[in-house]
């Protein structure tokens, strides 16, 4: 256990649906990052959340969208998903921008 | 904007051989850090390297960190099939925030 928690690990869903990842960071932790990996891809950078703002922004398509809350926890979300969107989604976090990050097991989602 | 390449994409060796990879900025990087990701699993941290022609060593591990601090390294002595995964690197510019990931080079070791 990474202490990273992500769910749900699995989610099945159609075309045009939209869906929410959830991810709790590790205690202390205050930078949460989303990653898209899609099969046999690297790691595609989507956002950063720090202690609750938007730091930096990568890929992210204008169908998604991230937050992260007071608590820390985030959500990402994905509407009008499209089959495309399958994939691997990681959740990391960090204490700041310098150190490693610790990454949570992962949402596989389906899109079918 | 920043480019971080790795070579080689996929490598095959037999147990009980070296193993490198070569992971290359397109600018020059303030750190360095490198991921090791199982199949099937989830990235996990290993190292970050600081210092111009940083070395630091884990176990049968070795990393680089280029004097130049634009590329690095990553060396597996005698490898085991326990090795077996994604190696990533991961740049941070000197002018960013956010580490940007190399694509990996998938490791296969043959028993």
């Known amino acids: 256990d990474s202490g990273v928690t992500q769910t749900p690990k699995h989610l099945i869903t159609a075309t045009g649906q939209r869906v929410t990842l959830r991810c709790s960071p590790r205690s202390g932790d205050l930078s949460v990052y989303w990653y898209q990996q899609s099969l046999d891809q690297g790691l595609q950078f989507l956002i950063q959340y720090y202690n609750g703002e938007e730091r930096a922004k990568g890929n992210i398509l204008e169908r998604f969208s991230a937050q992260q809350f007071p608590d820390l926890h985030s959500e990402l979300n994905l509407s009008s998903l499209e089959l495309g969107d399958s994939a691997l989604y990681f959740c990391a976090s960090s204490v700041d921008d310098r150190d490693g990050y610790t990454f949570g097991s992962g949402t596989r989602l389906t899109v079918v | 904007g920043q480019q971080v390449m790795q070579i080689p994409q996929y490598q095959h060796v037999q147990e009980g051989e070296d193993f490198t990879t070569y992971c290359n900025s397109s600018?020059?990087?303030?750190?360095i850090q490198w991921y090791k990701q199982r199949p099937g699993g989830h990235p996990v941290f290993l190292i970050q390297l600081v210092k111009s022609g940083e070395v630091k060593k884990q176990k049968r591990l070795t990393f680089q960190f280029g004097e130049a601090k634009k590329n690095s390294s990553l060396h597996i002595t005698a490898t085991q099939t326990t090795d077996v995964g994604t190696y990533f690197c991961a740049g941070r510019p000197l002018d960013g925030q956010n580490f940007v990931f190399g694509p990996g080079t998938r490791l296969s070791v043959l028993p």
């Open positions: 600018t020059t990087l303030s750190n």
